[in-house]
């Protein structure tokens, strides 16, 4: 990639995954050595696993993030985890801002702010997530959406090793479409403007990724895009051998 970028593939396992899931993990794991010369690997199961997979992948190329933390270090919030928990457990990052979560949970993104901040604080790297819905691309909004989540939830103080990007059109996510190529081009190229504007040299370093519906069969066409720097997988990277097909793209 000629941006001096290292592409990152990231698999969210969302709420999926068991105990007895950990061989796709190892499956994972086993791919990482032949793989770990061009890109990075990220695996983010669900809260519970997060221990026993970093233990895992300890001393392998493959990093464990979690899907969420809550802002604050610790106290009076039932169900929540703190970003520092999550470093405890042996996670090196923390996707934030996720659609899903900006939609059941309603997270804003001064919330969303607060909780890359608490990321930084415990360690971890975030990966701050954004996108328009359909109606928001119908209208014409995308880049006036993605404009207004950027600077609402990313803080000051990004560098290219704190922060990645995850451009997720929601209407794409698990439904099989994708933007055209041109359309992520146009997406990510603002990110990319937006990232310079704001944080100079570190926002050219800010690895931005791609999610929505990317499987094996279309990652090298999505991954060849200007300003894309990897993949944010969700169904796909359930199953190790989807997962190492979108990686694959980078031959
Ligand atoms: O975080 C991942 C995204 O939500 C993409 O999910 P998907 O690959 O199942 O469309």
New binding site residues.
């Given amino acids: 990639m000629a941006s001096g970028r290292r592409p990152l593939v990231a698999g969210?396992w969302?709420m999926n995954g068991l105990r007895g899931s950990i061989g796709e993990l190892d499956a994972v794991i086993a791919a990482a050595g032949g793989l770990a010369p061009r890109l990075d690997l990220m695996v983010c199961p669900p809260a519970t696993l997060v221990a026993a997979f970093a233990a895992r992948a300890a001393g392998t190329p493959v990093a464990i993030g979690g899907q969420d933390c809550h802002a604050e270090v610790s106290g009076a919030f039932t169900g929540d985890v703190a970003a520092e928990m999550l470093a405890d457990a042996g996670a090196t990052a923390v996707?934030v801002g996720?659609?899903?979560r900006r939609t059941y949970h309603r997270e804003s993104d001064a919330e969303v702010r607060a909780k890359t901040l608490a990321a930084w604080r415990a360690g971890l790297l975030a990966i701050v997530?954004i996108g328009e819905t359909k109606d928001e691309r119908v209208a014409g909004r995308t880049l006036e959406v993605l404009g207004t989540q950027l600077a609402g939830s990313l803080p000051d103080g990004a560098t290219a090793a704190n922060l990645v990007v995850?451009y997720?059109p929601v209407w794409?996510?698990?439904?099989g479409l994708t933007p055209t190529v041109a359309d992520v081009a146009e997406a990510h190229g603002f990110v990319r403007d937006r990232l310079v504007e704001r944080f100079g040299a570190e926002g050219e370093g800010v690895r931005v990724l791609y999610?929505?519906?990317?499987k094996p069969s279309n990652a090298a066409e999505l991954m060849a895009v200007a300003n894309v720097d990897g993949a944010?997988?969700?169904?796909?990277?359930l199953k190790a051998t989807d997962f190492l097909g979108i990686a694959g793209a980078y031959k």
């Fill in positions: 969210n969302k996707i996720h659609s899903e997530c995850a997720e794409a996510i698990g439904t999610g929505g519906s990317v944010l997988v969700g169904g796909a990277s």
